[in-house]
């Protein structure tokens, strides 16, 4: 018989605050690891894994009603092994369950539960479950209890079970037919979305709405190839709809993770630096192509709130805020009449109750979202009026009970904020931008890189885990970003060093693609591949992307011949539903085309560089290589523009310049 014993809840243990956030309850919680692995095997009982996040609305739900409870913690005690997960830290993790999860119901989200044997593999998924039956939901107690006595008796079926989710959920790649049409996957896609886009409030699909920015990025590159108006329709609508919403914080910038109804009024309250770096980019390019000042405003809004809000002292930017505040679900963002009445002088307070929506009855849970689904264009347009009074509402919400933030540093999405950043800066010229992108990057270098300059993947006291796909790709991405913003060549090399461990690392070299975790992680029943986007484009999208730019910035075969077997691994996997794959399809058709190159030479401190530089940034030029070629500092500059292997004769004239730039897009 068995001597093994089983310690209490080990997530005081846990840098986390989403482990933290369970560390108290009475079920005896297992960090992922070796530990909890062993246990399982040793003492043959079926893993229970709950994988959630932080800022996670309904994961705070279920830790609460059932994770409190003393019932369904016993029978959690003594006939499983209990893992608690942080998808942010551990999404190599996330991503293997959520994709059995979607093989084996269809459909997924976060908490996740998986009933796995001990070896990891689920035989049982879902996502949130009340404890008890209710609704004709099952409830969680009712759930282990008949699978505790399934495993007993139908052992056998189970392990089946598992090894077929298993097998239905990892990708394939095939390589041995032929290619499909890039060209027919890209127009398959922009079908998809055109068949899926809400002609009224825009976005894709009807309730709950995503914000989906790599759609829109996707959609304004097609744009910019065709001139499709309905295109430009579709990206112009959503853009609007959106910052007229709820989803969209008016009184403290901003946007939320997502919104529960059709017209983005009713937001899930949890803001993520990812969506609001992704966001800002789609906001920053729609300024660039469409000219609408409305555009700038938002982005400078929402990297107004990055900075003030999320920015650790020492540069890194945090990972989200919850979506709950004393216990409630939006608390912290509602207002009444009264208190906007009490806090601006008449008329304004009436003027702006009007303007933003805020009613006596309200809009959600008693109280109101401020939002502008009901206001005239000329309202929305005319946000210069209202500044004054959004700044004092933001005064006063300061004094309120803040949600609760996820200090995390997470080095992905610190990439992608650090090419938001880089990019508001050369299209803007805000100073403030670019110092913080530096910043952010300097962050990572001294806390997620070890001494022989590999990456980690989290920092929250000390590092985490051996840094993903992402982690490279992404950091990658906004070095490359911030060299092109600032010419400073320690960017380049940096992210020609981190895409040289990216290929070493992750690239199968027994099969195709890419993987998503380092040989260093060992602890996984398989090891995933990722290539379809999500809420963020996938890492291979990313590394393809970076890799087309270094292939321009540092030409060598070793970047060719890369790009050769990714983008050949890449294309057949989207075959399917390519609509799913906007960012691959982007990346797809740079390393196809090749991007226009942009070429500076001479005095990169001189006022004609800054003309020059200015008359670029002025264009919609979202994939173009910009590269620089110091010279003397002699007042002179010139700057070249390549395109499908011709170059035209350089100029030192901005209208020259953008005379040239009209007629190269023109000829795409």
């Not at 127009?187 to 829109?216: C, M, S, V, W």
């Not at 937001?267 to 789609?282: G, R």
């Not at 993947?457 to 992402?470: N, Q, S």
């Not at 090749?594 to 401190?605: N, Q, S």
Request: proline share 6%; net charge negative; charged share 25%.
């Amino acid at each position: 018989m068995s001597t093994l014993t089983i310690r209490p809840n080990r997530l005081h243990e846990a840098d986390s605050p989403y482990l933290l956030q369970h560390a108290d309850n009475p079920v005896h919680w297992f960090m992922w690891g070796e530990e909890a692995l062993q246990k399982a095997r040793e003492l043959d009982r079926p893993i229970f894994l709950s994988i959630g996040y932080s800022t996670c609305h309904w994961c705070h739900v279920m830790a609460h009603e059932s994770f409190e409870d003393d019932e369904i913690a016993d029978i959690l005690n003594k006939r499983y092994i209990p893992i608690k997960v942080d998808r942010e830290e551990r999404p190599d993790i996330d991503m293997i369950y959520v994709n059995a999860c979607l093989a084996a119901t269809g459909s997924a989200g976060w908490p996740l539960t998986a009933i796995c044997t001990p070896e990891g593999r689920p035989f049982f998924l879902g996502t949130y479950f009340p404890p008890r039956r209710k609704r004709g939901m099952p409830g969680l107690l009712e759930i282990l209890t008949t699978i505790s006595e399934h495993w007993k008796k139908s052992r056998s079926q189970a392990e089946t079970a598992a090894l077929d989710i298993m097998a239905a959920a990892q990708p394939r790649i095939n390589l041995t037919s032929e290619d499909p049409s890039l060209s027919h996957l890209i127009q398959r896609a922009i079908d998809g979305l055109k068949a899926a886009f809400d002609p009224e409030y825009g976005g894709f699909g009807h309730a709950p709405k995503f914000p989906t920015p790599t759609n829109l990025l996707f959609l304004m590159r097609q744009w910019e190839k065709t001139r499709d108006q309905e295109l430009r329709r579709m990206i112009e609508t959503t853009l609007t709809c959106m910052y007229r919403g709820g989803i969209f914080d008016h009184i403290g910038y901003g946007f939320h993770r997502y919104a529960t109804d059709r017209q983005w009024l009713i937001p899930h309250f949890e803001k993520m630096l990812y969506d609001n770096a992704l966001l800002a980019l789609a906001y920053i390019e729609a300024f660039q192509a469409f000219g609408e000042p409305l555009y700038r405003s938002i982005a400078q809004k929402i990297f107004r709130y990055i900075l003030r809000d999320m920015q650790h002292p020492d540069g890194g930017f945090y990972a989200a805020e919850d979506a709950d505040s004393e216990g409630e679900e939006g608390r912290f963002y509602l207002w009444t009449k009264g208190e906007i009445l009490h806090a601006l002088p008449s008329p304004i307070g009436e003027q702006f109750c009007q303007v933003y929506d805020i009613t006596e009855e309200g809009n959600f849970s008693g109280g109101s979202i401020p939002n502008l689904v009901k206001a005239s264009r000329e309202q929305v347009q005319d946000f210069a009026e209202m500044q004054p009074w959004l700044e004092e509402l933001q005064r006063r919400r300061t004094y309120r009970e803040r949600p609760s933030l996820d200090d995390k540093i997470i080095t992905f999405w610190n990439g992608l904020m650090v090419a938001a950043l880089a990019r508001g800066y050369r299209v803007f010229g805000d100073q403030n931008l670019l110092q913080a992108a530096r910043a952010a990057v300097q962050f990572i270098l001294e806390n997620l890189v070890d001494g022989e300059g590999r990456l980690y993947a989290t920092f929250r006291k000390r590092r985490g885990v051996h840094g993903f796909l992402d982690d490279y790709a992404f950091l990658s991405f906004g070095l490359l970003e911030l060299y092109e913003a600032c010419q400073d060549d320690q960017y380049l090399e940096l992210a020609e060093h981190f895409m040289a461990d990216l290929i070493e690392l992750f690239e199968d070299k027994n099969g195709a693609g890419l993987f998503f975790t380092s040989p260093h992680i060992n602890d996984l029943p398989i090891r995933p591949k990722s290539f379809e986007d999500g809420a963020l484009p996938s890492g291979t999208a990313i590394a393809i992307y970076n890799i087309v730019k270094l292939a321009s910035h540092r030409p060598d075969i070793t970047w060719e011949n890369a790009l050769s077997r990714l983008t050949r691994a890449s294309v057949p996997s989207a075959e399917g539903e390519p609509w799913h794959y906007p960012a691959l399809l982007m990346a797809l058709a740079s390393a196809h085309e090749r991007p226009m190159e942009i070429t500076f030479v001479g005095d990169l401190e001189s006022d004609v560089f800054a003309d020059l530089w200015a008359a670029v940034n002025s264009h919609y030029l979202p994939d173009a290589v910009v590269k620089f070629e110091p010279g003397p500092s002699n007042g002179q500059c010139s700057v070249q523009v390549c395109l499908n292997q011709r170059c035209l004769t350089p100029t030192s004239n901005p209208d020259h310049l953008l005379e040239i730039l009209d007629t190269k897009k023109a000829s795409v």
